[in-house]
């Protein structure tokens, strides 16, 4: 029988499901990252006994003790905000880490790509953090300053996959605008999964990868 982790779960890809269906889009066009913040090993284990296997973590060091207790066919998302000088320690301490969410300076980008590369792994999926509503306590790029960034990963950081861009908007009614804003910025589709090619007029153009 499952346990509730695993029916809470099932409930909100559901939701997912049906979410899509009413855009027009295929389910299978978004993933969901369980974020266990703070969730001991046991109820990680629960959900991927389940079949799940995309699991995400806020802070490096829950992650640094977490992921050796558990399989090693999860794919870790980072997705709290990251310093400098704790990306060696991610990259050394999670094999499989998939991606990291957070990217929100060059210099955090940097010491990311020199930490994949002192370990010889494949290159590490990152999408660009964009601050978009504008508020102090929230990490990430300005939204003027997001197209470079992510020229930044993709052009200087040969051990970095730019994937997209991330945002966390307000939580309230108007959070969906904060969507639409950061769209605005390059005309970004919602599976954020885009590769970038510099034009001859040294304009940014963005293409989806099929």
Request: charged residues 25%; proline residues 3%; hydrophobic residues 40%.
């Amino acid at each position: 029988m499952e346990g509730a982790a695993a029916v809470a779960l099932r409930t909100v890809l559901r939701r997912v499901q049906q979410a899509a269906e009413r855009s027009g889009r295929q389910a299978s066009q978004v993933r969901v990252v369980a974020v266990s913040k703070t969730k001991p090993v046991s109820l990680i284990r629960e959900v991927y006994d389940a079949g799940y296997r995309y699991f995400g973590e806020n802070y490096v060091q829950e992650l640094l003790d977490k992921a050796p207790e558990l399989p090693t066919d999860i794919q870790w998302h980072f997705v709290g905000h990251l310093q400098s000088n704790k990306a060696k320690a991610v990259i050394a301490g999670v094999p499989n880490l998939y991606m990291v969410e957070s990217v929100d300076s060059s210099k955090v980008a940097n010491y990311l790509d020199r930490a994949v590369s002192s370990i010889g792994r494949k290159p590490l999926k990152v999408l660009v953090q964009v601050n978009t509503s504008g508020e102090e306590s929230k990490y990430g790029a300005e939204p003027s300053e997001c197209v470079e960034l992510a020229k930044h990963v993709k052009f200087q950081c040969p051990n970095l996959e730019f994937s997209g861009l991330m945002t966390i908007g307000m939580f309230c009614q108007v959070a969906e605008s904060k969507f639409v804003k950061l769209l605005e910025y390059q005309t970004i589709n919602v599976n954020c999964q885009w590769a970038c090619q510099e034009t001859s007029n040294r304009r940014l153009k963005w293409e989806a990868q099929t």
